[in-house]
């Protein structure tokens, strides 16, 4: 199924979680923050949130700003 | 036996003698200097600057991670330790309040809940002078959902007054146009702001140099906030080291009480005893 991610579209297989979509874009351990439309998604939720067709998933880190 | 306390390189004297610390919604500082820690050009150069400046307080901004590409880049929180900075996330490029309490949400997951914020709200990519009725919706939102709101404004005293009102911890009125190193345009209107404050109240934005950031401070400021002023410099460390020390003259110079002006000459020496003809 289809998702946007960091507003690009975004394959992902059916009942695919949050810390699953994580791990495989290799940023496991990583500190960041994920928001699912517009919501954010509390990492001790991610293992258990599963993706649905056209969800819009941001993944945010931090870096160097004033 | 060494003293842990004394100053060293890397842990620099932030503060005036004696002088009572920064309060920010509770948390206290040595420093009144925060520094920024974009426009460096490494990490490496990043934590040397800010171990110099002295700064405790330190901010960054929150942006999509790359995805596929410099998976092995260090990353900010990691080069920076939670133990020694207070990170303040910040909402620079944000054009709206939804965006920027968007963006403070996520910096607070981001740390585990750390609900210190700076908000900042822009109006233009030429002027990124702050658009104030969005920033004045926004700091309504951030407060009610339990955010300490440190608020990048314009030098504007009703405003500012505004802002305190809806409950922000720190009122950050611009000195010029961010990132233009023109220093302090409108002392008079920063006065008024802080004449009128009760909260602390930071320059955040255009300081170029040190003689601004300690005028800042002899103005009364309780703080000065910068990024460019030290990046951007030819020497980023020897900036650093000259603006945490600008920051501390400045305060000690606004607690001393500066002497009376005069428009005649008024000579130091006594005039009794003079050797003349």
Redesign the interface.
């Given at each position: 199924m289809q998702i946007q991610?960091?507003?690009?579209d975004h394959v992902v297989t059916d009942d695919t979680t949050i810390a699953a979509l994580v791990e495989s874009?290799?940023?496991q351990g990583?500190?960041?923050?994920?928001?699912r439309n517009?919501d954010?998604v509390?990492?001790s939720a991610h293992a258990d949130t599963r993706l649905h067709a056209g969800d819009r998933i941001?993944?945010?880190?931090?870096?160097?700003?004033? | 036996m060494t003293d842990s306390s004394a100053p060293t390189l890397n842990n620099p004297v932030t503060q005036v003698a004696g002088d009572s610390p920064l309060i920010v919604a509770g948390r206290e500082f040595s420093s009144r200097l925060l520094v920024g820690t974009g426009k460096y050009k490494d990490m490496d150069e990043t934590r040397s600057a800010i171990e110099t400046s002295g700064a405790e307080v330190v901010t960054f901004a929150v942006r999509r991670t790359n995805l596929g590409q410099n998976a092995d880049e260090p990353n900010l929180l990691d080069v920076l330790s939670p133990d020694r900075y207070t990170f303040l996330p910040n909402t620079a490029g944000c054009y709206n309040a939804r965006d920027a309490v968007r963006t403070c949400k996520l910096a607070r997951e981001l740390l585990d809940g750390h609900n210190l914020v700076k908000l900042e709200v822009l109006g233009d990519q030429d002027t990124l002078y702050p658009n104030i009725v969005e920033t004045l919706k926004a700091a309504e939102e951030l407060v009610a959902d339990g955010f300490d709101v440190m608020v990048y404004t314009s030098d504007d005293p009703i405003v500012a007054r505004q802002l305190e009102e809806i409950g922000c911890c720190a009122i950050m009125p611009l000195g010029s146009l961010i990132g233009s190193g023109l220093g302090i345009l409108n002392p008079h209107t920063l006065s008024l702001i802080i004449e009128r404050a009760n909260v602390p109240v930071l320059v955040d934005a255009g300081l170029g140099t040190a003689s601004e950031a300690a005028f800042a401070m002899e103005l009364g400021c309780d703080g000065v906030l910068m990024n460019s002023a030290i990046a951007h410099a030819r020497q980023p460390l020897l900036m650093a080291d000259a603006m945490r020390q600008a920051v501390i003259s400045g305060r000690g110079a606004f607690l001393a009480g500066r002497m009376p002006t005069r428009l005649t000459a008024r000579a130091s020496s006594p005039g009794a005893g003079l050797i003349t003809g």
């Open positions: 991610l960091n507003g690009e874009l290799g940023l990583r500190r960041l923050a994920v928001e517009e954010i509390p990492r941001e993944i945010v880190h931090a870096i160097g700003g004033g | -």
